[in-house]
């Protein structure tokens, strides 16, 4: 397994998911990574949308978690059987595989039962040992001959592969004792399951059919007259022919039986979104082999889990971009490979490596900056769909080159995309901004969810929400709605302080929202509206506005 994914942060915004488009693009372009796929571990924004539906591009790879699963690990190329498969199917199967362990499966492909090589033994063996028993097989006719590869004659062999219990008798004493014992069938009642089984006797196949018999079996390819074969229509027995001897057909019917009779039928089964770290330690308690993995929602098996594979399984590989620690990237990442790492933010947070890493963090207005950067110096040109997603993730951090955190590099690179993309940089970000305002539409959840980060910072656990619109007129009508959906948040999630940012980006101010200890809320350097709410002239930055605000905050507040 060599899967590789570029994705973003939580929560992602333009700049996150357009960056991660933009780099996996450039690693297949030059190589590094031919199979690089593009994801997003959240739901994105509808200016986000309007991004890629301009570019030209689906919705990347949704990813809730980093971690190997089920799914990815198991063998989908899957030797299976029926359970209306003989002893001899099951164990040619096995034999020719390898394996001593398939899953058995219904025609419409559900998993029914569980095969183990031991089980086949039960097929030729008997439960009991009395002689009935030893003699009786519980086999359909269409299989016994199947097994033989046997020439059906006489009456004709059912077609719906009833099984039922056969009674074998083997012609090979005298006629008189083996007329003897089709009598006692006769008196017993149980004539009609007898077959008889003999070679070159002519007189004993006339006998088996006249008493009666459920069928005959004729071995070593010996001829059968047509008068017998009349015969045998005109009383309704089954005659066979095959070309084994007697000894060695009567070991071989035994393998006509199905396998439905001995598979395992308690079994567990995976989902193939179990993570194996996960279920690694319930597996491997349990008496089982092989487990089936089942798509998600269906009765479909997707492949197979053994237990081999649980011991070290493979991790996903992948390169980060638009942050750089675990409290904002996709859940499981510390079980996961990270190569590299494309950042703008401050360095924070535990990530780390066991192995050295690209690592690339500069205070740039847009990790999308540092993505066509990379192109531009490899003298690659992106695809104008690329460049149209760069020039998104820019726009969007930078607010079209107006935010402070905006640097020469950030103009240089969405002057030269803009380019290949063949927009003017103002009017895609006239048209960007006025994409779907929250405020006016979304719902309070969405309003809090679409671009939120976590911090902690000197022990406190911080969110900071931001939402970017053209205007503030719609805020005042939804403040009490904004601050109650805040302290749900605050409550659900455990945080120290929530922060709701309401950015105008014409304007270039924000309405700050915060609830928290008073003495922090009390300490932010924005101008006060009331208790919660500040207006903050010139502030539309979480990086490196906001966030800071709230650091000296907590520090002078004397609240830590």
């Known amino acids: 397994m060599s899967l590789f994914y570029v994705i973003g942060h939580k929560n992602p915004d333009t700049d996150a998911v357009c960056s991660a488009i933009g780099h996996a693009a450039l690693l297949r372009a030059c190589g590094e990574e031919p199979e690089a796929i593009a994801a997003r571990c959240g739901e994105v924004s509808q200016r986000t949308k309007w991004v890629l539906e301009k570019a030209g591009f689906e919705l990347p790879l949704l990813l809730t978690d980093a971690r190997t699963t089920a799914g990815m690990t198991c063998k989908r190329d899957v030797i299976q059987v029926q359970p209306c498969d003989t002893f001899l199917t099951a164990y040619n ?82 006629q008189q004792t083996i007329q003897g014992r089709l009598k006692e069938a006769t008196d017993d009642g149980n004539i009609s399951q007898f077959l008889v089984i003999c070679g070159d006797r002519p007189i004993v196949q006339r006998l088996a059919i006249e008493m009666g018999a459920r069928a005959l079996l004729v071995t ?59 279920i690694r330690k319930q597996l491997i308690a349990v008496d089982q082999d092989l487990f089936p993995v089942m798509e998600i929602g269906s009765d479909h098996m997707l492949g197979v889990l053994a237990k081999s594979d649980l011991v070290d399984p493979p991790k996903l590989r992948f390169a980060l971009v638009d942050h750089n620690e675990y409290a904002q990237a996709i859940s499981g990442i510390d079980e996961a490979t990270i190569t590299e790492v494309i950042d703008h933010h401050r360095l924070s947070g535990d990530l780390v490596s066991r192995e050295p890493i690209r690592y690339l963090n500069e205070p740039v207005g847009s990790t999308c900056t540092l993505v066509a950067r990379k192109f531009f110096h490899r003298d690659l040109i992106p695809a104008p769909g ?65 671009d939120r980060k976590e911090f902690n910072e000197q022990g406190m656990f911080i969110s900071i929400s931001q939402v970017e619109e053209r205007d503030l007129h719609g805020f005042k009508a939804r403040r009490k709605e904004m601050e109650d ?24 101010k924000s309405m700050v929202l915060a609830v928290g200890p008073e003495k922090i809320i009390a300490s932010l350097p924005f101008t006060p509206i009331d208790e919660t709410l500040y207006l903050a002239p010139g502030v539309v930055s979480r990086k490196r506005q906001i966030f800071p605000a709230i650091c000296d905050a907590i520090e002078h507040s004397g609240y830590v």
Not at 493 to 508: K, M, P, Q
């Open 386 to 450: 690329v460049a149209l997603c760069l020039c998104g993730g820019i726009v969007s951090d930078t607010l079209c080159l107006t935010s402070p955190t905006t640097t020469n590099l950030d103009q240089k690179m969405l002057t030269w995309l803009s380019g290949i993309a063949r927009v003017d940089a103002k009017e895609f970000s006239e048209e960007f901004f006025a994409v779907g305002s929250l405020i006016a539409n979304g719902t309070s959840d969405k309003i809090i969810h679409s």
């Open 93 to 174: 199967r096995m034999l020719t595989a390898g394996i001593r362990c398939v899953p058995v499966l219904e025609k419409d492909g559900k998993v029914v039962g569980m095969l183990q090589y031991i089980n086949l033994l039960k097929l030729l063996l008997p439960d009991y040992t009395e002689e009935i028993s030893v003699r009786t097989v519980h086999a359909s006719l269409n299989n016994l001959a199947a097994t033989l590869d046997a020439e059906s004659h006489g009456a004709t062999i059912c077609e719906n592969d009833a099984e039922e219990d056969l009674i074998l008798l083997v012609g090979a004493s005298s």
């Open 220 to 278: 070593g390819s010996n001829q059968i007259s047509q008068e017998i074969m009349d015969f045998a229509i005109a009383k309704g027995t089954v005659v066979l022919r095959c070309r084994q001897d007697t000894a060695s057909a009567n070991t071989l019917i035994r393998c006509s039986r199905t396998v439905r009779h001995v598979m395992e039928t308690d079994f567990i089964s995976v989902q193939e979104n179990d993570a194996v770290t996960a």
């Open 485 to 508: 959906a805040l302290r749900a948040l605050q409550h659900q999630n455990g945080y120290d302080i929530a922060v709701l940012v309401v950015t105008d980006v014409a304007l270039l």
